[in-house]
């Protein structure tokens, strides 16, 4: 059975302190917990004080962007071989706050993917619709469009862990959950889109996400849904209470 994945993304929030308090509180309150996999996407400026926290623990370090060439005059970016370096095993790409507000396209997040792989890094792969999308009913156009142009020419067959977060644009940080029935569905077409462009038994085995104001009282209600494999967490992740009873989720 695959164990579901609780990921906190904490954005630019934490400074290296405020980061290890934040990881030291979060490995005491989930003692014991091994049915499900923690991951902690901290700044880029606290990945090794975090890393060196989490060494012999069970919860992974992931990374909330890289960059899509290997190495040279890139100026303000981080490689793929930097973020394995510091221990790094899961990484962000295409979140929507890069497509929307740093205008990355398809193109780049395809390039992302390629060069994570490369390294081993395990992808967190986000996809989503605008509201204007959803009151326009193109929901899954725009989901199947950016899997469609984001795994473009790349072989998921070689296992290492690829995950997708389903994060609709118009829950993120506003309050405003898609309903869970709602979220189920489009999880339902995701892991078919999977099924025809690879095969049933990857996309049965594929994690696909929820992420979009995921918070303690929402969560178990999430969590019920059969094709939900966990949840991309933002604002509830800066707090320890907050982010471990999501990690606890019945």
Not at 4 to 32: Q, R, Y
Not at 196 to 223: C, F
């Amino acid at each position: 059975m695959k164990p579901p994945i609780i990921a906190g993304n904490w954005k630019m929030n934490k400074g290296v302190k405020e980061a290890e308090d934040l990881t030291s509180g979060i490995l005491e309150m989930v003692k014991g917990i091994d049915d499900r996999e923690v991951v902690l996407c901290p700044p880029f400026t606290a990945l090794y004080r975090v890393s060196e926290l989490l060494k012999a623990k069970t919860i992974k370090l992931g990374a909330q962007d890289l960059f899509y060439e290997e190495n040279g005059a890139w100026t303000g970016e981080i490689s793929a071989s930097m973020l394995t370096d510091l221990g790094c095993k899961y990484v962000i790409i295409g979140h929507s706050e890069r497509r929307q507000i740093l205008k990355e396209d398809d193109i780049i997040i395809n390039k992302k993917i390629k060069q994570a792989l490369k390294y081993s890094l395990s992808p967190i792969f986000c996809v989503g619709e605008t509201e204007k999308e959803r009151k326009e009913g193109r929901e899954k156009e725009i989901v199947e469009r950016q899997i469609r142009l984001g795994l473009k020419e790349i072989d998921l067959t070689f296992r290492i862990p690829f995950v997708i977060a389903y994060e609709p644009v118009w829950a993120i940080g506003t309050g405003n959950t898609c309903k869970e029935e709602e979220a189920e569905k489009m999880h339902i077409f995701i892991r078919g889109l999977i099924s025809k462009l690879y095969t049933n038994d990857l996309a049965e085995e594929m994690r696909i996400l929820y992420g979009g104001s995921v918070k303690p009282d929402n969560i178990d209600a999430i969590m019920k849904m059969p094709n939900i494999d966990g949840c991309l967490v933002g604002g509830a992740s800066l707090n320890i209470e907050s982010f471990c009873r999501i990690v606890e989720f019945s």
